[in-house]
């Protein structure tokens, strides 16, 4: 049996892809390799959200060389992010010939295609599509898990932050029809499955152009009407979209997890300014207040960039503020780096190295403190856990998440999908550890 091999680089836009590469080469009669050395095709799903992000994969294609050459026969196959931007699909084509397929964002669905144009061609094939308003709804979804699942309710975005690569690589939003979003959530709950993500780069959007009376608010109720599902998920939500009508679906909805990743970026208004992303440090300062307001147990997760062009010690200072007052229960922090073709890429830079280094380490030493006094609230506490499987950590134990998504190692006799009660003992910044209670 003809088998393949995917990794995948970046997001959960880009996990859920890959499902669909899965997916299809499913239907084409391939099945999962073992491990990355004995596939007969390797498939790498690339990210281009920053520098490192490409660098990486370059790192990478080097060590597929090698095993290129002890299997020849094996298929390379690149796809993603990476190669909706032109330049680097120049450079593969220049210099890493031993590439067999190269494809883009926009035509996942025609890989299969692509892939028997290889084998029964003899030259290498590349196909990028620039944009489509087109939404690929027939192709079949390898879920990693049983239990849990992404579902994507919107692709690409609108919304051209100056330092963001996203709307060039993944093109102008759209919005699935609710009615396929609901089928899939339905068909997916009639396999057992009993958590979902819903994924958008702006979720709060979701419904924009469609042609029916719909938004994320009225999809959240709908999705919780659904038997079997008892965990929603979604991210990512953009701060200038969150409505009072969505933080009442929030509110309302018994399925819904008590949960928001609201990207934050910087707290600085003139930095904000320049980022383009429509919204003061006061408005989201606001926002928070609202939230906790009506949902006084709710997490909050968000994205922070540091060192973005112009940025001073004073901007700095007002991002530690928002860090301080909100008290997020985790944090992506990031260095700034410049993406080819955005906006901000063009601008002057001149932070130094030492700087970038001082602000992100006090940034990260800020946020692990409260993450630190956050975790300890939990000892003593019962969670309620869905059972992912063993902990990759510590393989004695079990791990799960709880339905403000903190991450819970536990002793323990559930089985991947089991819902359970788990009594926490112990807290470290980024995990809980407890016991199930029978
Ligand atoms: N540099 C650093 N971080 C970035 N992000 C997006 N683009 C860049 C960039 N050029 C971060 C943002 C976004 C997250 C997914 O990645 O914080 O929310
Ligand atoms: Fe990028 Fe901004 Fe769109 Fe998020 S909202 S994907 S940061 S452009």
Known sequence: MQTYYIVTMGCQMNENDSEKIAGMLEMEGYTKAANI?????LVINTCSIRENANNRFFGNLGSFKTIKKEKPDMILAVCGCMMQQEEI??????????VDIIFGTHNLYKFPQLLNERINGKKPVYEIIKDTSVIHEEIPIKHEYNHKAYVSITFGCDNFCTYCIVPYTRGREKSRTSENILNEVKSLANKGCKEIMLLGQNVNSYGKGLNEDIDFSKLLRRLNEIDGIQRIRFMTSHPKDLSDKMIDAIEECDKVCKNIHLPLQSGSNSILKAMNRKYTKEHYLSLIDKL???IPDITISTDIIVGFPSETEEDFMHTLDVVEKVKYDSAFTFIYSPRNGTIAAKMPYEISESTLKDRFDRLIKLQHGIMADLSEKYVGTVQEVLT??????????LCGRTRSNKLVNFLGNSREGDIVNVLINNATPFHLKGEMLK
């Open 292 to 294: 906790r307001d009506k």
């Open 37 to 41: 050395e004995n596939t007969d095709i």
């Open 89 to 98: 699909v120049d450079i593969i084509r220049n210099k890493y010939r031993y």
């Open 388 to 397: 992912d499987g063993f902990s990759k950590t510590d393989k004695n134990m």
